[in-house]
């Protein structure tokens, strides 16, 4: 059984930082993109970032540009999302999600291009 968990979200204040990990098992993912997404209340779920198989092609949303760095450790089967200057409108439910096709360049940015999708973690920055 393929599982993706997330871990490492909170309530932070703004201007903190965060990391958050997805540890896959069940099968490996070291040729597969991976990407984070999130989805606020009322919002609908966005892309925020995403890693080739290869893990040199990455892509970021606009507004998390130059604060996130997405990264992965395929020995570990584990992607991460570094988060730095968080914002209150970086608050949602942040989930990972595995592309289940060999992707060694790709880095798909809808989430019906992945397959298997973690329960997601929640990150709050207050103001």
Do not use: H
């Not at 099968?27 to 966005?46: C, H, I, L, V, Y």
């Not at 990972?96 to 992945?114: E, K």
Request: charged fraction near 20%; proline fraction near 4%; charge should be positive.
């Amino acid at each position: 059984q393929v599982q993706l968990v997330e871990s490492g979200g909170g309530l932070v204040q703004a201007g903190d930082s965060l990391r958050l990990s997805c540890a896959a098992s069940g099968r490996t993912f070291s040729n597969n993109a991976m990407g984070w997404f999130r989805q606020a209340p009322g919002k609908e779920r966005e892309i925020v970032s995403a890693i080739s198989g290869s893990g040199r092609v990455t892509y970021y949303e606009d507004s998390v540009k130059g604060r996130f760095t997405i990264s992965r450790d395929n020995a570990k089967n584990t992607l991460y999302l570094q988060m730095n200057s968080l914002k209150p409108e970086d608050t949602a439910s942040y989930s990972c999600a595995a592309d289940g096709r060999l992707s060694p360049m790709a880095v798909p940015r809808t989430p019906s291009a992945y397959d298997y999708w973690g329960q997601g973690t929640q990150v709050t920055v207050s103001s």
